[in-house]
């Protein structure tokens, strides 16, 4: 009785936060599946949005510039944080400092310098908008592995992989990187997100992806721009799962095998 | 030493103002093992950190079987290292960790899966090959990281303070198996420890050192026996500090004159008398004015605190059955072994 008393405030916020969370979210749901013409729910708007043809174009294009923003991402900041952990503790506050930049400097700024600072031939390339991605994902990715690295004796598990032959490359990408699996997960899953999801760099270079198609597509369909949004939330959820799955560790197999 | 296989010469390290080690020379011989032994800060384990490559020298050489491999980088030495912090890879299981150097030198699958379990049989772990790192126990992962160093047929073992962080019963049967294999195995190796019984227990010779530099090198009988320096006779066994009076090659000590021909300087008048604590016997006298403290029983043998006239105190190390009779408050005697007195220059 009184360990339920005591739970009793986290229930309280948890109840609060709830419902602020997902009375909105089932609303925008309750909405996306009603079917004016015939009064009553269904799924009509749901596959209005996949008898677009362009959805999978645009859908391609986003995952495509979200990956290599990620992929970007990842393979420069791994070695960098794993390199200030380690080595580079006075230029820290430096790095600290850079990663900061893109939440200071408005992304209009940044989209603006790029149109204007860009060589001719990185304009005219839409992967161009990757390299933009990783910079305003970089604040979050950088702070997310620096935490992580923060965790796990670094030091030592590095010089045991240097000790054991592995080269720094190998150290890093083979030992550290699946050691920090969560975190680097967690970053990767974060760059994904906020890459698929910009716009404002995107519409002011004048490049059409998900997002820019999904406000263009708004307009005609007020319901089927809900039930998208309501799509794309339901998809990264599912996304969120699979990382929190791939970050477990996978131990069960092992003891069952020697069981 | 010509059969040496790993050799520093005047290895220097600073950092910023502090001298870490000061042209330090040591030798090791082939299928040795040699323990690095000294109180924190004294640059131990920088010494072992250079040999491995994980540190570099400001100055001198470390030679490898004649070579020097100053320049080479840690991964192309060939030397296997168990840390003192666990160091195990927590992704791994048991058995990869072990063949995970084997990975490094291209070692086919069957033949590494096949090296990692013989190597974990040898330590003890033959039914743990597929446990992660949170399941095994700390003593477990010290085993585990052992075989992992042992797996690539190291040039020479490192060992870090591999058992500082284990409890006491663990601890000391873990140095005894380190032993047998390093003996087995004929592994030249380097055991770095602040801890003076495991240093004496394992090692063929023991170093012993002092801000960066070798106070003295030799096997444990002589270096408890025979300490070269005063700081050597101090950090090796338990010593009583007894004031006391020389002239020639007699001792003034406790209302007593003993002999005493053993290390100290030149001197003659009042000097600081060396008494290990097994080298004081206690026994009853109803006339003296010494008086026991207190008695702790330890199992086979008892600690006794006496106290002098002049307040000092001596501690003596006796055999429990020896000592049963003694309580503290009771008037003592105290005969000091004559054969294991040192003495240095009073403070």
Not at chain 1, 84 to 106: A, S
Not at chain 2, 232 to 254: E, H, P, Q, W, Y
Request: charged share 20%; proline share 4%; aromatic share 8%.
């Amino acid at each position: 009785m009184f360990a339920k008393l005591k739970n009793l405030p986290l229930g309280i916020v948890l109840f609060i936060s709830g419902v602020f969370v997902l009375l909105p979210l089932g609303s925008a749901a309750e909405f996306s599946l009603r079917q004016p013409a015939s009064n009553d729910h269904g799924l009509n708007n749901y596959l209005w949005i996949f008898e677009q043809p362009e959805f999978a174009h645009y859908i391609g294009i986003s995952i495509a510039l979200a990956s290599v923003a990620s992929l970007i991402l990842l393979v420069l900041l791994v070695p960098t944080v794993v390199w200030l952990n380690l080595k580079g503790q006075k230029l820290r506050p430096f790095v600290d400092f850079i990663t900061l930049m893109p939440l200071v400097i408005p992304v209009v700024a940044l989209a603006i310098g790029a149109q204007n600072s860009l060589p001719e031939f990185a304009q005219t390339n839409q992967f161009i908008l990757s390299f933009l991605y990783a910079v305003l994902a970089m604040p979050y990715a950088y702070r997310t592995l620096d935490t992580g690295l923060k965790a796990i004796p670094l030091k030592t598990i590095s010089e045991a992989a240097r000790g054991l032959g592995a080269n720094w490359f190998v150290a890093i990408f083979r030992v550290i990187t699946p050691v920090i699996r969560g975190t680097v997960l967690s970053a990767l899953f974060m760059s994904l997100a906020l890459s698929f999801g910009e716009y404002t760099v995107t519409s002011l270079l004048h490049w059409d992806t998900f997002t820019t198609w999904v406000t263009v597509i708004s307009q005609q369909n007020v319901m089927g721009a809900i039930a998208l949004s309501v799509f794309s939330l339901l998809a990264i959820f599912i996304f969120l799962l699979l990382v929190g799955l791939l970050a477990k560790p996978a131990t069960s197999q092992a003891l069952k095998e020697e069981e | 030493m010509s059969d040496s296989s790993l050799e520093l010469r005047n290895v220097t390290r600073r950092f910023k103002d502090m001298v870490a080690l000061d042209a330090l020379n040591l030798e090791v011989g082939a299928g040795e093992l040699v323990a690095l032994l000294g109180p924190s800060g004294c640059g131990k384990t920088t010494a072992l950190r250079i040999v491995a490559g994980l540190d570099r020298a400001d100055e001198g050489q470390v030679m490898l079987k004649g070579r020097d491999i100053n320049g080479l980088p840690a991964h192309k030495r060939n030397m296997g290292m168990v840390f003192q912090a666990y160091s195990l890879f927590p992704n791994m299981t048991a058995a990869e960790n072990v063949a995970f150097g084997l990975q490094m030198r291209k070692v086919s699958k069957n033949k590494r899966r096949d090296t990692a379990h013989e190597l974990l049989e040898l330590v003890g772990l033959p039914t743990h090959a597929h446990r992660y790192t949170h399941q095994l126990s700390g003593g477990q992962q010290q085993r585990v990281a052992l075989a992992r160093a042992l797996a690539i047929q190291p040039e020479v073992l490192l060992l870090d303070e591999p058992l500082s962080a284990l409890d006491a019963k663990v601890r000391t049967n873990l140095r005894e198996e380190i032993r047998r294999l390093q003996l087995s195995l004929g592994t030249t190796t380097i055991f770095v420890t602040h801890d003076q019984e495991e240093a004496m227990a394992v090692s063929d010779r023991v170093a012993v050192m002092n801000k960066g530099r070798i106070e003295q090198i030799a096997s444990p009988d002589v270096l408890y026996n025979s300490p070269a320096t005063d700081f050597v006779a101090g950090f090796v066994g338990s010593m009583n500090r007894i004031r006391a009076t020389k002239t020639g090659d007699s001792l003034f000590v406790i209302g007593r004159t003993v002999g005493a021909s053993k290390i100290g300087p030149n001197i003659e008048g009042p000097v600081t008398a060396l008494v290990r604590h097994e080298s004081v016997r206690v026994k009853p006298d109803a006339k003296s004015d010494i008086v026991i403290l207190t008695r702790s029983f330890l199992g086979p043998v008892s600690r006794i605190t006496s106290q002098l006239p002049d307040g000092a105190l001596v501690h003596s190390m006796m055999s429990s059955a020896e000592s049963a009779s003694l309580r503290p408050g009771d008037r003592v005697k105290l005969e000091l072994l004559e054969s294991e007195l040192l003495f240095q220059k009073a403070e």
